[in-house]
T-cell receptor
Framework: NAGVTQTPKFRVLKTGQSMTLLCAQDMNHEYMYWYRQDPGMGLRLIHY???????AKGEVPDGYNVSRLKKQNFLLGLESAAPSQTSVYFCASSPGPPLYSNQPQHFGDGTRLSIL | GDSVTQMEGPVTLSEEAFLTINCTYTATGYPSLFWYVQYPGEGLQLLLKATKADDKGSNKGFEATYRKETTSFHLEKGSVQVSDSAVYFC?????????????FGQGTRLTINP
């Protein structure tokens, strides 16, 4: 059972470079999320999607863009990477709203991103 | 807005000790409450949940009771094991637009020594 798969697992970028993080889920979930995890800050929501073709801003969306062209994939883009975006990024998916789900969110193993 | 506050870590205990990790919340409505656990190098996994006041969630020997009067959802375990070493996150999901999202606390790192 693959669940939620994030690609890549590690990446080092230089300031100003761009990249895309890929999240894929095989559970036919409608909802998908991107978080960043920083020491002492917990998980902060960057963007999320409630279905194919939809996206919405979370708590810390600046500097990131997302796309959900296919139900199973949720892409997170950094157009011009900055050192402040050094973090561990987690993708999650859920069958519906966490409030009404027995399994609120399934998480990937994370992508560790360093911006020099 | 909604928020979750957890006790400061890290927490270090000896095996078989009693564990409490405090969690309090602020929400505009009547949220559902969750505890997630993150083992080293992995993503978060749901540990337990409670959807209404006085509900008790339990799993793997861990328990937490939804206390509306004190807006709390403290995590407890009677006898911890080395394998319980992890980071624990309290989270909530509120009604309305907030129902689509989880709001997480900052996490509490737990280390159990043999």
């Amino acid at each position: 059972n693959a669940g939620v798969t994030q690609t890549p697992k590690f990446r080092v970028l230089k300031t100003g470079q761009s990249m895309t993080l890929l999240c894929a889920q095989d559970m036919n979930h409608e909802y998908m999320y991107w978080y960043r995890q920083d020491p002492g800050m917990g998980l902060r929501l960057i963007h999320y999607s409630v279905g194919e073709g939809t996206t919405a801003k979370g708590e810390v969306p600046d500097g990131y863009n997302v796309s959900r062209l296919k139900k199973q994939n949720f892409l997170l883009g950094l157009e011009s990477a900055a050192p402040s975006q050094t973090s561990v990024y987690f993708c999650a998916s859920s069958p519906g709203p966490p409030l009404y789900s027995n399994q609120p969110q399934h998480f990937g193993d994370g992508t560790r991103l360093s911006i020099l | 807005g909604d928020s979750v506050t957890q006790m400061e870590g890290p927490v270090t205990l000896s095996e078989e000790a009693f564990l409490t990790i405090n969690c309090t919340y602020t929400a505009t409505g009547y949220p559902s409450l969750f505890w997630y656990v993150q083992y080293p190098g992995e993503g978060l996994q749901l540990l337990l949940k409670a959807t209404k006041a006085d509900d008790k969630g339990s799993n793997k020997g861990f328990e937490a009771t939804y206390r509306k009067e004190t807006t709390s959802f403290h995590l407890e375990k009677g006898s911890v094991q080395v394998s319980d070493s992890a980071v624990y996150f309290c989270a909530l999901s509120d009604r309305g637009q907030g129902a689509q999202k989880l709001v997480f606390g900052q996490g509490t790192r737990l280390t159990i020594n043999p």
